[in-house]
């Protein structure tokens, strides 16, 4: 997406260009919806033998191939395709690492809705779906979150765990707020063979982390606390408060009360671990991070891309006395640990 | 789009940038919407001015104005927004160039509908609007497309007269069919200054390219011929007949039909000039005119992008003797010479 480096004389075509990039998501979808790549994964790499796996017509199926070659996800060599590395890894259904759901999610028709007016949104500045967004209790597109997001955060999943410092036998009690799928409080869980987790969420999507922890084995050490994070109460005292993907959908303010209700509910010397996307102060970089303001912009009435002086100024509101940032490459993501 | 070449480890990144590029179309469109870079153009370079001269919320465009950084259309320093070259040439509402226009063509609620579930378009093989799709009839869009293709179609229209050889004195009779906006006739008329051009569109679509003669003082060498090019009768003979972005709405048989009567037009020793997106035999290099192929899948029932070996196959289906492929970077287009 960043252009921003190239160097070229004036033309029209990065302009035509984007405009036209809605067709590059609606090839990528039609791919996966019609199993074009798990077809070719399985050996139909013709024209027609790819027609006849995914029950579509050739004509479509070449012009779709074509495109996805264009694209980088599918190989073309003497009208046989092949996949890229990527799409081996995430999007061939036989893949352990299958990530095709989560088209489902990121273009489910409610999240997309304001996009398809963004003009709107930029007027009221903020977005124009119903109640507050997505953000409202019990919204069914976080159980479709839950189940399809797991391949994108697995990368982070494994990082997180190493930013809780100590002896990885001793005990620790972990509230993982807004768990959704679960599996940061499982990969802590799996990290520390001590550790006592409380994943709070709606009560529709924790069904979805609790097939993740018995899944994982540690399901004996895994408390679901059915509720919203602003309401329920939290128990505790606790060594380790996780808020993954949480603070983006709310404003300032909403984010300090409710900071305050978890450094209340910290042990001393616990802390707050925060995994966000983190823009730099610039908010125009890098890009991955950045760029995610927009989705916030369209798809909640007051979240943002934060960076990271704006995140510890509202743990400092809230009366943390401390908070470092910790990106974590290769993802565009980046935690920040705060401490009571 | 083309990430083909790109090196990288296995990541799930490409596949969530590509399900979030409609944000890039989304985005870009709002901007010429809200009149973001003519305001810039203007002198609001802050949030607050610019969303002042916008009317739009401080914090939607300085979500938008950040996203349109990380694009490359807009640049940031210390919180002042400027124009790119590209955005300052074709964005700026005060510039000759300005294109902003072809938003409204290219994202016209119609031509979209069929990529938000372009899985149905590929499994029928053609789009899912009704009739013809956009080849239907008096189709009002193409009067919008008429006003608004005007810039993207500059650099072509400079560069089509040079293919047509001999004194620039000499009398041509030009037929110019699916004229639009008229400006490659329009282009012939001034480089032959002793050229007629006969403009066959629909009629609604004509006054367009009667404006335009208009203003390019051509008006006296340049006749309407209001109807169907698969129905009209041309008159003629003709020394040049213009296929400018026509062929490609259609399937091989149909323009074989077309192209006979195109050739019975012809003067002896005349020539069709075509105009196209035209992919190499591969059919996914280079990626604008590959790429274009898809556009076609989902907005006409038999259409496509051909290649040149295509192209020539109809000509000489036809009955014209020879026909030579004629790229015309840097533009994305080619051009295509066949002789009677």
Not at 1 to 30: C, E, G, V, W
Not at 45 to 74: E, H, N, Q, W, Y
Not at 239 to 262: G, M
Request: charged content about 15%; some cysteine; hydrophobic content about 45%.
């Amino acid at each position: 997406m960043d252009n921003s480096s190239s160097n070229h004389p004036p033309s029209p075509a990065l302009i035509f260009q984007t405009l036209q990039a809605h067709h590059q998501t609606a090839a990528l979808k039609a791919g996966i919806d019609l199993g074009v790549f798990t077809a070719i994964a399985d050996g139909a790499v013709t024209v027609d033998a790819i027609s006849a796996a995914c029950a579509a017509s050739p004509k479509g199926i070449r012009v779709l191939c074509d495109f996805l070659t264009i694209m980088g996800f599918v190989t073309k060599t003497d009208n046989r395709y092949g996949l890229s590395t990527d799409s081996q890894i995430f999007l061939n259904q036989h893949s352990p690492a299958y990530m095709g759901g989560i088209a489902k999610f990121i273009l489910d028709d409610e999240l997309t809705t304001p996009f398809r007016d963004l003009t709107a949104v930029v007027r009221k500045g903020g977005t124009t779906l119903p109640d507050a967004g997505t953000v409202s209790d019990d919204n069914p597109v976080w159980v479709e979150f839950a189940r399809s997001m797991v391949p994108m955060m697995q990368m982070q999943s494994q990082m997180l765990p190493e930013l809780i410092g100590g002896d990885v036998n001793r005990p620790l009690k972990v509230l993982d707020i807004a768990a959704g799928h679960g599996i940061f409080g499982i990969a802590v869980a799996k990290k520390f063979p001590n550790a006592h987790i409380t994943a709070l969420d709606w009560a529709n999507v924790l069904t979805v982390a609790h097939e993740n922890a018995v899944a994982a084995g540690v399901d004996g050490r895994h408390t679901l606390l059915p509720g919203s994070a602003f309401d329920v109460d939290y128990g505790g005292p606790y060594d380790v408060i996780l808020l993954t993907n949480f603070l983006h959908h709310f404003p300032h303010a909403q984010n300090v009360e409710l900071l305050k209700k978890v450094r209340a509910a910290l042990a001393d010397g616990g802390q707050a671990i925060t995994l966000e996307f983190i823009p730099n102060d610039d908010r125009v970089t890098p890009p991955m991070a950045a760029g995610f303001a927009l989705t916030m912009l369209g798809s909640t009435a007051n979240g943002d891309a934060y960076p990271f002086s704006a995140l510890d100024a509202m743990f400092r509101d809230a009366g943390f006395s401390s908070s470092t940032l910790h990106p974590l490459p290769p993802t565009p993501q980046s935690a920040v640990v705060s401490h009571k």
